[in-house]
């Protein structure tokens, strides 16, 4: 997360001096979550869930969500349910940011969110 935060400062450190950082949507997917405690060799397991972060000057800074409920008991095995589709955070991307409109964000995303 330092890595990420210190790439993503220095980016619009960059795009403010050219004046360009109103312009910009950042977006970090990943296509797999992880699971929520370390396995057996101390490493996490592909999941069900993970977050998301979309970020910009113009983007709303509220996170959106509910920060998970984790039971005390939960082991290697057990995932988190997603909040949200991805595709759903897309949709609003294409809409509100691109300039897209519901058939262009239905088209790209394959179907209806």
Request: charged share 20%.
């Amino acid at each position: 997360m330092k890595d990420l935060n210190n790439s993503i400062g220095s980016l619009f450190q960059d795009l403010d001096q050219n004046a360009q950082s109103e312009d910009v949507l950042v977006m970090t997917y990943s296509e797999f979550g992880r699971t929520i405690v370390s396995n057996g060799s101390l490493g996490t397991d592909h999941g069900t869930a993970a977050p998301m972060f979309v970020f910009g000057n113009k983007v709303d800074f509220n996170i959106s969500g509910k920060n998970p409920d984790i039971p005390t008991n939960v082991v290697w095995q057990d995932n988190l349910e997603a909040e949200f589709d991805f595709r759903q955070v897309y949709y609003s991307v294409i809409k509100q940011w691109l300039g897209g409109n519901q058939d262009t964000a239905e088209n790209t995303l394959f179907k209806t969110v």
